[in-house]
């Protein structure tokens, strides 16, 4: 069974910075993307920032020049480093992986965190 722990979510000032880390444990192939995504009440979970496996990121237009993604492949791990943070930037936000998984056929699943939440005081 895969899971996808995170953590470094708290309570933060305006301006301040953040760094979350997601890992990926259990018995699997390889992963390819690792993504975070955020959620407020009463809204859907939008893509916050992506990473594939070889390295190539994209960012929300609203994180841009703020946040940046990173991978550790060797420890299966991602991380969300925030930067410059806002009232705005309050949310829950989870990790997602796409991972390989299979014995004989490798089939590639979507799996994600239980979420840490984020918030940010003015």
């Known amino acids: 069974q895969v899971q996808l722990r995170e953590s470094g979510g708290g309570l933060v000032q305006s301006g301040g910075s953040l760094r979350l880390s997601c890992t990926a444990s259990g018995s699997f192939v390889s992963i390819t993307a690792m993504n975070w995504y955020r959620q407020t009440p009463g809204k859907s979970r939008d893509l916050v920032a992506s990473m594939t496996s070889g390295g190539g990121t994209n960012y929300a237009g609203s994180v841009k020049g703020r946040f940046t993604i990173s991978r550790d492949n060797a420890e299966n791990t991602v991380y969300l480093q925030m930067n410059s943070l806002k009232p705005e930037d309050t949310a829950v936000y989870y990790c997602?992986?796409?991972?390989?998984?299979?014995?004989?056929?490798?089939?590639?699943?979507?799996?994600w965190g239980q979420g840490t939440q984020v918030t940010v005081s003015s």
């Open positions: 997602y992986a796409d991972i390989m998984m299979g014995a004989t056929t490798v089939r590639q699943y979507g799996y």
